[in-house]
C-alpha cells in the first residue's frame, strides 16, 4: 500500500474515534501538504538566488576549454557539491491562489481556471471577456 493510502485509512480511523468530519480532516491536512509545497518551492527560489552567481561563474569555468583538464576537473567537483536545490530547474511555478502547479501563467501567477474565473467578473485590470 502507498503512503498516501495509509495516511488516508489512519485519518478516516481516527476521525471514527473521535467523532469529527473525516472529509473535513483530509481537506484540512491536505491545506498542510500545500502550504508545505509552497515553503518547499519558496526556499528553492532562495537557495537558487544566494547561488547564481557563483554557479554560473563554475560553469564557465569547468567548461571553458583553455583551461586544463585537472583545473577543469576541481571546477566540476565543486559543481557537484552544490545543494540540490539551488538549480533553476527545481523552481516551479504555483498558483498564488490555489497552490495549483500546472497550467500557472507565468507573468501573472495564476492558474488557467482562476484566470478564467477573474476575468469573466472583471477582476484583473484590462482583461474582459469577449464574445462575437
Known amino acids: ?77 565543486k559543481l557537484t557539491k552544490l545543494h540540490k536545490n539551488s538549480y533553476l530547474s527545481k523552481v516551479h511555478n504555483f498558483c498564488v491562489l490555489t497552490g495549483r502547479s500546472k497550467s500557472v501563467f507565468k507573468n501573472i501567477k495564476l492558474s488557467r481556471i482562476k484566470f478564467r474565473n477573474k476575468a469573466s467578473f472583471n477582476k484583473i485590470v484590462g482583461i474582459s471577456k469577449t464574445s462575437w
Not at 489512519?10 to 491545506?31: E, M
Not at 569547468?62 to 583545473?71: E, G, P, V
Request: proline share 1%; glycine share 2%.
Open 1 to 77: 500500500m502507498s503512503l498516501w493510502s495509509n495516511w488516508l485509512r489512519h485519518c478516516l480511523f481516527t476521525a471514527k474515534i473521535a467523532g469529527s468530519n473525516p472529509v473535513r480532516d483530509i481537506i484540512n491536512n491536505t491545506s498542510f501538504f500545500m502550504k508545505n509545497k509552497k515553503q518547499i518551492d519558496q526556499k528553492r527560489r532562495q537557495l537558487y538566488n544566494l547561488n547564481e552567481i557563483n554557479n554560473r561563474i563554475l560553469k564557465i569555468l569547468a567548461y571553458n576549454t583553455n583551461l586544463s583538464l585537472n583545473i577543469r576537473w576541481k571546477y566540476i567537483l
